[in-house]
């Protein structure tokens, strides 16, 4: 009795360990007009009105596509449009580790993300995302943008487990009828609650009347 229990045991553990490889396993399909070049070297070339990359939890849709069998690198060209639950990404050109669920988006790159009780949105020229927790690190004219306020700067580090958005380089904050700017500065803002805090010189103009 006691063989046959852990006969099972070991079945399901198999077969839920096979289950988890097979939802990260990567896969791709492509419209009609679509066509695949590959057997010289290790990438294999995709183009096509609609290419859908898929690994677990990302999506992508593209026209171009290279992969690289060898390192488990895919590079998407053109209209770039991501998905990974909550969050929407477009971009020009997108680089995807597979392995390390590791992208970087290129070409004035703009993120929606539905949080519990707002929609942001980020926009920045240059973005690092970690595919698995939906940490962003992004660089150049960065703008965020949850309706109450918007907030620029120049480098941007953002949790998406803790809502902390971490910025410096040319600050400058827009409220209402408030502006707070710090070319210098550093400002943490939480962008559930909406607070913020700056360190730094710092200018704040708003109207009395």
Sequence with gaps: MKIKLMLIVVVLALIMSFSASAEEDL????????????????????????????????????????????????????????????????????????????????????????????????????????????????SGDIVIDDKEKVIYGDILEFSDKTGIAKLSGNIKLVEEDRTLTSPQGFLEANVDKGTYNVKGKLEFRTKTK
Aim: with cysteine; glycine share 8%; net charge negative.
């Design 27 to 138: 896969w791709f399909t492509v419209s009609e007009d679509g066509e695949m070049t590959g057997g010289d070297g290790d990438e294999v070339i995709v183009i096509g009105e609609e290419i859908i990359i898929n690994q677990g939890k990302t999506n992508i849709v593209t026209q171009k596509l290279i992969y690289n069998t060898k390192t488990k690198v895919a590079r998407a060209f053109g209209e770039c449009f991501i998905t990974n639950e909550n969050m929407e990404i477009v971009s020009k050109e997108v680089y995807f580790d597979t392995e390390k669920k590791y992208a970087k988006l290129s070409g004035d790159v703009v993120i929606k993300q539905k949080r519990d009780e707002k929609e942001i949105t980020i926009t920045a020229k240059d973005v690092e995302l970690w595919t698995e927790t939906k940490d962003v690190k992004a």
